[in-house]
């Protein structure tokens, strides 16, 4: 197959400038940020670790995320609890359930940005 990875995620906001802020501020993601390990920050690029992207359409009627919203953007990452403790402190609200985790998939926590998108963030099994 040709196709590498995902290039990208192109998606509208109220306020582009704002949002980016806070993507950067919380989570570290956006242009020029860079996971631990993958390379100097670049202005135009987030520069990430290579490991497993899922790619999945839900159904129309799904209820794992809201309905008036086309999509949820899940990023993995390596310490959960470590980032949950910083997204509290933030007073970022934290949506936890255990029924989501599992020793073969990970574990996962939700958050919302400002526009109220959902973020799933997911730590894999080790």
């Known amino acids: 197959m040709p196709v ?3 290039g990208g995620l192109f998606f509208r ?3 582009p ?3 980016s802020a806070w993507y950067r501020e919380h989570l570290g993601v956006g242009a020029g940020c ?3 390990g993958a390379g100097e920050p670049d202005e135009w690029m987030w520069r990430v670790e290579g490991g497993p992207v899922v790619f999945a359409p839900f159904k129309a009627d799904t209820d794992y995320f809201a309905a008036e919203k086309s999509f949820m953007l899940n990023l ?3 310490d959960l609890e470590g980032l949950l403790g ?3 402190a933030a007073g970022v609200e934290i949506i ?7 020793p073969e998939t990970g574990q996962f926590a939700r958050i919302h940005d400002p526009e109220g998108n959902a973020i799933e963030l997911w730590q894999p099994p080790a």
Not at 96 to 102: I, L, Q, V, Y
């Open 76 to 78: 993995r990452v390596s």
């Open 86 to 88: 910083t997204l509290r």
């Open 34 to 36: 860079a996971a631990p």
């Open 13 to 15: 906001a109220r306020d």
């Open 4 to 6: 590498l990875g995902i």
């Open 96 to 102: 936890t359930d255990p029924s989501w985790n599992s």
């Open 17 to 19: 400038d704002a949002l």
